[in-house]
């Protein structure tokens, strides 16, 4: 018999994680042209790689890449759910790899793996949690690796309560 599906769905806590947990993101995101054209304006990157078709067609890729900072950003959010979705803060970012390139219209999932658990010296409500993860595409080529480590908080922490939505009392005015 499989376990129920929780009825409150509040993310992971310190205590839930254990070292060689794999997770991996219940959704895809495809990339689209205005994912690519937009991040690379917001962000000032002025490489005509990413939003000039002719210059990039007469590259190796033949057309244009998408920001390797977005796709970055878009693996870890897409992690998020599963990992830090009670997490107080990022703390670094390292040894980024992007093995294959990513051209609008491809689908990304991410998949997550714990390494390493420990409980913070400063701030005893929270714990510090290391990741790597990896965005996969459509075709299960890997396009980005990273490893992340992030503050998450412990189940009881007081500041866990802020972001719940307020008890109702009314009573339901619908049959």
Known sequence: MSEAAPKEWRG??????????????RLGRTVTEADNVWFTCLTMN?????????YAAG???????????????????????DTSENGAANLEWTDIK???PVFVGDTLWAQSEVLE????????QMGVVTIRSRGINQDGE???????????YKRD???????????????????
């Open 142 to 152: 890997v396009v980005v690796e990273f490893r992340r480590a992030f503050l998450c």
């Open 46 to 54: 002025t490489n005509q790689m990413h939003f000039n078709d002719h």
């Open 117 to 124: 658990l420990r409980e913070s010296e400063s701030r005893p």
């Open 98 to 100: 992007l093995p294959k």
């Open 12 to 25: 992971r806590f310190f205590e839930d994680f254990e070292v060689g947990d794999v997770y991996t993101s």
């Open 59 to 81: 590259t190796p890729f033949g057309r244009p890449l998408v920001n390797s900072t977005f796709t970055l950003a878009l693996i870890t959010g897409l992690t998020i759910p």
């Open 157 to 175: 922490a007081p500041e866990v309560q802020k972001g719940r939505a307020p008890a109702v009392d009314k009573p339901w005015t619908v049959a």
